[in-house]
């Protein structure tokens, strides 16, 4: 605590020694300068879609620079309106940035335009001065000051106004023009003005980017005028997630640099080191020297000595934001920032005789630098640079602590650097780190051969390499081993809760090879979760290391690349020892794009299943056109992310149905209402016979082949009349081969049972027409064997949902057929024109037929109860708010299962079974009152059911409840096996 005192103290009188003497901190009014061309917004421009942002239309946008041999002037004219309350507060407040060591602010108007009348706001005394450090928590200290001014009285429909001007530049640059800016942002704004000023005998290098667009150039008074004025610039929506380096907006930027040579020449002084150092650094250099003879090794050594000895502190105020100080200055002080770092290095190294120089990079933009026009202020950060044995090093004295000999040292990857040498003409790509070895790599063992029922013994072994090695390295050393080990038994405890610690974890530290290995040693309890829909135990495992290095994109559909983590090399390998044997087979998964690479693979071997998972990235970012493949592969490697070993619960209750009940009317006298039941069933087939033969034959004419009807009322009649229609067709089909064959076949059995008969109606078709007009033999033998499975399936399913796809799916495959006997006969048939028209008994039928099948396909999707068990996670929003207007179901209350036994409304009865409770529900014939029996599950002793599927509970205290469910159904055993698992809980 008091060494934090401490420095707290130094740093606070550093900034205040270094920024007290500066006349500059008090903003100053003063009007527009008259170099300034004047420009005035429309303040009547037309409110657009997309020209508002946060609640503000942006009328202008007018920036001015003057570049002169002794000063810089920056000028900045806002025009904005105030169009909602959420414009409010970001109005209200303006806000201005500037360093008082090298740059004055004056304030030139702030104003309100209000119905026609400027309201003048413009006051010294509202105008405070904030020491804004924005990068303190860096160790990073310039001096910035920000002027705020809160106006009062601002109101919706106001434009805001207001101008001021910056004068002065870092002496750095020596008035030399750097600089960009933006000409379109997320809204559009009405208009955008940029002016520069260079003196004519000077020249200026402009690029834009994301624009093409060239200035004005006119030349007056000494000067060139560059010109960019702009009227309603095009608004943009940026993609998430696009790399640091990239702007998603148009801009344009000036330099004086002609290319990188000059920029690095410039730096080359900065970065001369001196023969003459302190004795105390002399001393240590010696020591160096004689601890280590080969170079690689006391490169090593002064690094680790300018990362440990050299705490990171950045006073970076003027020209000491671009300067190093003196290595002895660094040494004294025992800190410094990037460049003081750098330079202290270097030193030891030429005093030791070893090649080094310092390497401009940017930290977040490095890999844009050769789209940009050279310059020094496009660096925010210095490194060291040499070659060695043909290799290239890149040291960064600012990150600390590392491990691993110069070989194996991470060395950061910032895209591209200027070398700061003499010869230097261009910018050096630095090489991306390519490890042979995995960044991160996970064993996990998990122990079952003593048993199912015992505890698991779970062993994690974790291998961090490079940066990792570094990252884990450093919270080791921040925080307790007993902390961390806590933090990573709560994180496995979310998969495995009754996990316990069996040995303190073990921690490895080699630093030669930059390798941290972290040993932890757990105890599972009872690891396999009860699946009691299933009846079975499941022990699941999952790729959680390379989850965490994975995520997809929410917005595959886009124009800019997408980054990702990167460089990025892992394994997680999970073996798991069986107690016996089990039957899994090898297999392997494997995904492979620009971006990544991805293995899984599955090996069984002597009771032991190895599950193993690779993933490494291979490029920093994904290409805009590739990112909707990159989420497809995302995702198919996260649903086999997951790995689960299923086994059969050896503690599930049995659902058998009590048989021992008393029995009924039906168990008495089953035989004789099955005899009963059959001789119905005949005597109507008889009657039906009889009654329609006539009928039925009126419609087979033997002048016209086959039965011709229109397709559009076989399909409609069909469909409607859940296949019924399709046996009067085959009827009368089968009616006419046996009357142009004088044949004894009975056409009514062949119809009924025309999943049977529709090949060989289809073959005796062919035989009849000749090859010319016959149906194709290999699609008949298809139609056929579809249209008799999907007949089966309708008889065994009783969906309505599948009922009604199954219908229409077997009318499809008898229509080809319909077409080849409408063909054969002809469109101007008249029995084709007679079986089409549509009849009082076609409507008849097209109306009930269609009332039931809509009765049928509203019951599965649980539109209508129609008295059945149905799930609660499909019953609709009205049901639901029924029950909950009622009183019967809260909002914080999971239903599981209802039953009812209405059939088009559940306001009647009903039975649900919550997460806590079975609650019947009944209206009172007599009083009208709808009355309720609650029982909590918890209060469940024994639950089952009897052969009449009805279910009893039995509470506790002994008391009895039977509960008669509306259907016979699957869905039974679900509830059964859901009160017998919540009941325990």
Known sequence: MLKTIRSSL???????????????????????????????????????AGSIADGIQYLMVNSQQKYTNNNTYYFQHYAQKVINESGLSDSATIEVSFNPSFQELEFHEISILRNGQRINHLDLANIKILHREENSEKQIYDGSLTATMLLS???????????????GQNAVFENQAYDYFNLGWRPIVDRRFLRILLPAERSLNIKGHNVNLE??????????????????????????????????????????????????????????????????????????????????????????????EIRYLGIEI?????????????????????????????????????????????????????????????????????????????????????????????????????????????????????????????????????????????????????????????????????????????????????????????????????????????SLESPWIENPDEQRLELSFSSYEIDNFMSKTSTPIRSMPLKISFPVKVRQKIMIHLPDSWNIKNDEFIVENNAFKYRFSERYDNKILTLEYKYETVEKLISADSAQQYNKDVSRIFRQSSYMLSREDPNAPE??????????????????????????????????????????????????PYYPVALSKFILMNITTLGVYSVFWFFANWKYVQLKMNSSIWPFARAIFSPFTYFFLIKKFNEDTGANKEMNIILASCLAILYLLLSL??????????????????????????????????????????????????????????????????????????????????????????LKEKGLLSDEEKLRYFDTYELLSIKENGILFTDEKILSYWHNVDTGVLETETILLKDIKQVSFDKDENLNVTLKDGAQYSFVLSTDDDIHLKIFRFLNKEKEN
């Open 10 to 48: 130094v740093i606070f009188c550093l900034i205040t020694i270094a920024s007290y003497a500066k006349p500059n901190e008090t903003p100053k009014i003063s009007i527009t300068p008259e170099w300034i061309k004047e420009q005035t917004a429309n303040y009547h421009a037309e409110t657009i």
């Open 153 to 167: 009285d601002v109101r919706i429909g106001d434009i805001l106004e207001y101008s001021y001007s910056l004068i």
């Open 215 to 308: 200035p004005t150039v006119i030349q007056t008074d000494g000067f060139k005028e560059y010109i960019w004025d702009i009227d309603n610039t095009f608004g943009h929506n940026p993609d998430k997630d696009i790399p640091d380096w990239l702007s998603p907006y148009p801009w344009v930027e000036i330099s004086e640099s002609n290319n990188w040579q000059e920029v690095a020449i410039w730096d080359v002084k900065n970065y001369a080191t001196s023969k003459i150092l302190p004795g105390g650094l002399e001393e240590i250099i010696h020591d160096i020297a004689e601890k280590h003879t080969f170079p690689k090794d006391r490169y090593r050594a002064i690094l680790e000595y300018t990362q440990k």
């Open 318 to 522: 003027g020209r000491g934001s671009y300067i190093p100080r003196p290595p002895s200055v660094t040494y004294n002080n025992r800190f410094g920032d990037c460049k003081d770092k750098t330079l202290l290095f270097l030193a030891m190294a030429h005093k030791l005789g070893l090649p080094a120089y310092a390497a401009m990079v940017h930290s977040k933009k490095g890999e844009y630098l050769p789209e940009r026009l050279p310059s020094l202020s496009l660096f925010n950060h210095v490194i060291v640079y040499f070659q060695l044995d043909g290799k290239n090093y890149w040291l960064d004295p600012t990150i600390y602590p590392q491990g691993g000999d110069l070989d194996n040292l991470y060395q950061p990857d910032y895209g591209y650097a200027l070398i700061i040498d003499e010869q230097t003409t261009h910018l050096t790509r630095m090489n991306s780190e390519k490890l042979a070895s995995d960044h991160k790599s996970v064993e996990e063992k998990f122990d079952l051969s003593s048993g199912y029922d015992r505890p698991v013994k779970y062993t994690i072994k974790t291998t961090y390499r490079s940066w990792l090695a570094d990252n884990i390295r450093r919270e080791f050393q921040n925080s307790a081993p007993q902390s961390i080990s806590q933090d990573y038994i709560n994180y496995y405890a979310k998969s495995y809760p009754d996990i316990s610690i069996s040995t303190p974890l073990i921690f490895e530290d080699d630093l030669i090879n930059n390798k941290f290995t972290i040993i932890e040693n757990y």
């Open 655 to 704: 659902y058998n149905p009590i048989t021992d009940s008393s029995p009924s009317f039906y168990d008495d006298n089953e035989e004789t209402i099955s005899f009963i039941l059959v001789i119905f069933f005949f005597v109507g087939l008889l009657i039906f016979i009889v009654y329609f033969r006539k009928k039925f034959t009126n419609r087979v004419n033997i002048n016209t």
């Open 793 to 882: 399936i309708i008889q065994m399913t009783e969906d309505g949902i599948l009922i009604t796809i199954f219908t229409i799916v077997t009318t499809l495959c008898i229509v080809p057929f319909v077409i080849k006997i409408n063909r054969n006969a002809g469109p101007l048939n008249e029995q084709f024109i007679e079986n089409s028209r549509y009849r009082l008994s076609s409507y008849a039928g097209i109306s009930l037929g269609g009332m039931i099948l809509s009765i049928i396909f509203l019951s599965g999707t649980y539109f209508f109860p129609l008295g059945q068990t149905m799930y609660g996670n499909l019953m609709w929003d009205r049901d639901l708010t029924y």
